[in-house]
């Protein structure tokens, strides 16, 4: 299933995937990002243009190897992985910060299935990174930075943490450090300044993995902070060397819309930026909304299927859900052709919900679904956490309601009443009203719903920017899906329509 859009343009991996990792095999790119409190995690894409990219799956899909508690907050979970290809297999080392700290996985083939994970209790903090020197020793460096020579098949690290090059001094946030050895030089490569509009990509080089370390006189080498860009808060980055040769970069950066300060509501996005070099340093080309040159002819890319139809295969890959996905809550056997939900607990508002979703992936879109609510009560809904949530609910007795959560608001936004039975929901993005001022927001969530006899009804329009990272903070980003509030909740169809970039 690709996540390309219609058109070639950056992002190239658009909707919550942050702190982007990339390595090649051959002609072949493999790239993961972070997923925090999602189930399962840490989606793998694989390009080969550096421009369509296909999810082959989550490295981790068995219980066994995501351990989120039941009390794991949204944007708790799995931080940002280094994935890497040595001696003939993948690597995978990812910080769990809600269960187990730093871990190991590893895959002959990254579409999986992954190993268990080796857990490294001797790696400290987030974001650590996998290198090897020509006498295959192993070298981890973590934010901070900090580095400790690392044994990455039993976890064990040899002697203690030490630090090495941090960045820009007084910058704030070092961290997604990656080390490379690019001709006679190794490269450490850190974001720093923080995750959001200050964030910048810094570089050091020196002789060996741990340094000495020369800062690049240029640094930082990226950042869009101050400027008026489309294209904001660029950092964490990894890079790549393509078979011809020429040096690229993924990163992370956000989509700001409306007035002031700039609303993101697809999180942290994968971009991608063309590297030369100077001097034997990094120089990063334009991050923005269109592609940058490419020395090759990228592919069609795959048109997205737009319906879901839960037939027997099971879920698609880019379905996530809450820490987990217990099979007697999250059915697609039950009834043939249906995903059914049942409820564990309350609504949307338990950081446990029985919710299964979809990033949104463009900036405006409409999601559609068909739902029986005969033995419970369900709906649709556009979540950005626990505390932060849209959904048009529906009940056995064929009571509609538009409920939205803000913080510590729940607010009953809309309801009336149809008759019982199954019922198409709906929910698109609506442009906020030009001229933009200080005061516009993102979009706005129009919700609604369509009965059997064809009759559809906008029930309520609601404020976009109340689900926005601006507002709700977090490392993540709006995800589209079904939930079940109590019992027992059937959907036939689920239908998202992209209708931009
Ligand atoms: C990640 C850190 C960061 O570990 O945010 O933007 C954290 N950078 O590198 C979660 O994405």
Redesign the pocket.
């Known amino acids: 299933m690709s996540n390309h859009p219609a058109t070639a343009a950056n992002p190239v991996i658009p909707g919550f995937h942050?702190?982007p990792s990339i390595c090649r095999v051959g002609e072949d790119y493999f790239l993961a990002c972070?997923s925090f409190e999602y189930f399962p995690g840490i989606p793998l894409f694989h390009s080969r243009d550096l421009v369509n990219w296909t999810q082959i799956g989550n490295a981790l899909d068995r219980p066994s190897q995501l351990n989120l508690p039941a009390g794991t907050l949204s944007s708790g979970g799995l931080?940002?992985p280094t994935l890497r290809h040595h001696d003939g297999l993948f690597w995978l080392i990812v910080?769990n910060v809600s269960g187990g700290g730093n871990l190991v996985y590893t895959a002959t083939d990254p579409a999986g299935p992954w190993s268990e994970p080796v857990p490294a209790p001797g790696v400290p903090g987030?974001?650590p990174d996998l290198a090897w020197d020509e006498e295959g020793n192993c070298w981890c460096t973590v934010?901070g930075v900090a580095q400790v020579r690392f044994d990455p098949r039993t976890g064990e690290t040899i002697g203690e943490p030490y630090p090495v090059w941090s960045g820009t001094p007084g910058a704030a946030?070092p961290?997604?450090p990656h080390l490379y050895r690019i001709g006679g030089n190794w490269y450490l490569m850190v974001?720093e300044g923080g995750?959001e509009r200050g964030?910048a990509v810094s570089i050091a080089r020196g002789p060996s993995p741990s340094g000495p370390f020369e800062p690049c006189p240029a640094n930082p080498v990226l950042t869009h902070r101050g400027t008026n860009r489309p294209v904001q808060n660029t950092?964490?980055a990894d890079l790549v060397q393509a078979p011809d040769g020429s040096w690229w970069m993924v990163l992370?950066a956000v989509r700001p819309q409306g007035g002031t300060p700039g609303w993101h509501v697809l999180g942290?996005e994968t971009f991608l930026a063309p590297v030369t070099w100077d001097d034997g340093w990094p120089v990063i080309g334009e991050v923005g909304p269109e592609l940058p040159e490419l020395p090759w002819a990228p592919g069609p890319g795959e048109p997205e299927p737009s319906r879901d139809d839960f037939g027997s295969g099971g879920l698609r890959p880019y379905w996530i859900s809450l820490h987990d996905r217990p099979a007697e809550l999250v059915d697609t056997q039950e009834r043939d052709g249906w995903l059914t939900l049942r409820a564990r607990g309350g609504s949307l508002d338990a950081p446990d919900a029985v919710f299964v979703g979809r990033r949104q992936q463009h900036l405006a879109f409409e999601a559609r679904t068909l739902v029986d609510p005969a033995e419970g009560s369900g709906g649709l809904a556009v979540r950005l956490d626990e505390r932060h949530h849209y959904g048009v609910e529906v009940s056995a007795d064929g009571q509609v309601q538009v409920i939205a959560r803000i913080g510590p608001l729940r607010v009953l936004a809309a309801e009336t009443t149809v008759p019982a039975g199954p019922l198409v929901l709906s929910v698109r993005t609506a442009a906020a009203p030009e001229p933009h001022d200080a005061r516009t927001g993102p979009d706005s969530l129009v919700f609604g719903v369509e009965t059997p006899d064809g009759a559809a009804t906008e029930l309520a329009s609601l404020d976009g920017r109340y689900l926005s990272t601006e507002v709700a903070g977090g490392?993540t980003g709006r995800v589209v899906g079904l939930y079940a509030a109590s019992g027992t909740v059937r959907f036939d169809w689920f239908d998202y329509i992209p209708a931009s970039r």
């Open positions: 942050p702190d972070s931080y940002a910080t987030i974001d934010a946030a961290e997604a974001a995750t964030h950092g964490h992370l942290r490392f």
